[in-house]
């Protein structure tokens, strides 16, 4: 949970959920985006990095009390990434006019989210995954307005997996991705001399013995990065 005393490391500016999320929509449009050297034509990818708003929680200390991620923890039985944490999406349709429709296509079948209801707010950069398909993470805003006691319980209820590809869906507060013991990083080198830095977010307190780890913890420290570029997180050296 966030202090009234962490404002000092953010901007002392956004004080409520509305300057927050205009915040996120001027910094992902006015920054440089970092995009990946096209080589060919590799296969594109969009997963929906979703802002979930509990409008209604009145007992929160903080406005990042009420806002939340949304993510799956993947089938155990896919070819690729099993087990994985990760957030709602996949390959691009040639039916699909742009990443925020994949983004949103996916996200419907895979746990219900209706696109209607989504208030775009902006992509993030551009990823490239182990198997060489490009991803670019599209941050969309979701206010929940009813009135409810477990507010995670009942989101991780309502938007359940709808098909084989998830065990079940994961509800964090952002707040938790802001604290730094929640964090963790591992530089690894290749032969040719090229290193990357391999990042854990541990989540204990929301599902036992689950780590997010690899491409959607780089996610969501680009968007910590992002967002907060005073936050607490370990200084990771390019």
């Not at 490391?9 to 992902?28: A, P």
């Not at 708003?53 to 200390?61: G, L, V």
Request: charged share 25%.
């Amino acid at each position: 949970m966030i202090s009234k005393d962490d404002d000092l490391h953010f901007n002392s500016e956004i004080n409520n959920l509305y300057s927050f999320k205009n915040e996120v929509i001027d910094r992902l449009e006015y920054r440089e985006e970092q995009l990946v050297v096209r080589e060919g034509s590799p296969p594109e990818a969009a997963v929906l990095f979703l802002l979930l708003i509990n409008t209604n929680q009145t007992n929160a200390q903080h406005y990042l009390d009420n806002i939340y991620l949304l993510l799956e923890k993947r089938s155990k039985h896919l070819k690729k990434n099993p087990n994985d944490m990760a957030f709602p999406g996949g390959k691009m349709d040639e039916a699909d006019e742009n990443i925020i429709q994949t983004a949103y296509r996916e996200s419907q079948e895979e746990l219900g989210i209706e696109p209607e209801k989504l208030e775009y707010l902006g992509t993030m950069d551009e990823f490239i995954s182990s198997s060489g398909t490009i991803v670019r993470t599209v941050i969309s805003w979701l206010e929940i307005d009813d009135h409810i006691n477990d507010f995670r319980r009942q989101m991780e209820k309502k938007f359940s997996p709808k098909t084989s590809e998830s065990e079940r869906t994961v509800v964090i507060p952002l707040s938790h991705f802001l604290n730094p013991d929640n964090y963790y990083s591992v530089e690894f080198f290749f032969p040719s001399n090229r290193h990357v830095w391999i990042r854990y977010f541990f989540i204990d307190n929301y599902f036992s013995e689950e780590v997010i780890w690899g491409l959607t913890a780089s996610m969501i420290r680009r968007f910590v990065n992002i967002l907060y570029p005073n936050n607490k997180l370990p200084q990771e050296l390019i």
